[in-house]
Structures are given as structure tokens and as C-alpha cells.
């Protein structure tokens, strides 16, 4: 219980907060969250993530269902892509993606990381982004 107290905490200062603030919310119920990995298998830290969100560095595509971040939250600079639609997404074409998602679409020299709310959804969406080609990390985080 406590555990889902503080995720609606991390989610809802993730809407009406600043990004260090949500994060914070997600570190504190692990210590370090590591519900968040790239397309090199590669798990990242709240610290990592926090520094990577702030460089501009990644495209940190939040897999969960709509109705999930609506009841949870959304990590600032984050676009939602459900994990069933994940494939097709990133196989569209520009144009399409930004009239879905409402953001330019990651081309394969991105950096993209996962996130979900326990981190298994993120490891398949990354399976799915490695099989389109999607495999870049960014140095120096």
C-alpha cells in the first residue's frame, strides 16, 4: 500500500511538478529506481535519468496505458506510447507519429529509453525497438 501511495505521489507532482521533483518521487521507493531501461539493455538510474532528461539527450517513451497516466501521472517530457503500440509507432512515418503522439518521431540515431511502472513492460518495448533497429546509448550521462 504504501508502495502505491508513493507512486501517485511521484505521479501526481510528475503532472503538477518539475521532473527532479517526480523523479524523486520514484527514487524514494526503491532507493534508485530501475524501472527505466534503454535499447541497449542497459538499466538507468534516477540520477542517469534525471541528468539525461535535463541534456536533451534521449526520448523517454513511457509505455504504459492511457488510463495509466491519467491515474498515475506523466513524467515531464515523456510521450506515451501503450507497449502494444510500440512497434507500430516506430515504424511510422513522421508525419503520422506527430499527428498521433503529438511529438517528432525518434529515428534510429536516437537514444531511447523505456519506462513503465515495474520495468517488465520497458524491457519488452525495448526487445521491440532492438528488432527494428533502434540501439544507440548516449555517452556521458
Avoid at 518521487?25 to 534503454?38: A, E, N, P, V, Y
Avoid at 509505455?63 to 515504424?91: H, M
Avoid at 513522421?94 to 520495468?119: Q, R, W
Wanted: charged share 25%; glycine share 6%.
Amino acid at each position: 500500500m504504501l508502495l502505491l501511495r508513493l507512486l501517485r505521489w511521484s505521479a501526481r507532482q510528475a503532472v503538477l511538478g518539475s521532473v527532479e521533483t517526480a523523479l524523486w518521487g520514484l527514487k524514494s521507493i526503491k532507493g534508485s529506481c530501475h524501472d527505466f531501461c534503454t535499447a541497449v539493455y542497459k538499466d538507468v538510474t534516477y540520477m542517469e535519468l534525471k541528468n539525461l532528461l535535463k541534456s536533451k539527450k534521449i526520448v523517454l517513451i513511457d509505455v504504459r496505458e492511457p488510463w495509466e497516466i491519467l491515474e498515475y501521472g506523466k513524467i515531464p517530457g515523456s510521450v506515451n506510447i501503450p507497449l502494444d503500440k510500440v512497434g507500430e509507432a516506430l515504424q511510422m512515418n513522421p508525419k503520422d507519429f506527430k499527428e498521433k503522439y503529438n511529438e517528432v518521431k525518434p529515428s534510429i540515431s536516437d537514444s531511447l529509453v523505456f519506462s513503465c511502472l515495474a520495468g517488465v513492460r520497458s524491457k519488452k518495448a525495448v526487445d521491440t525497438a532492438i528488432s527494428l533497429g533502434f540501439n544507440r546509448w548516449p555517452t556521458n550521462t
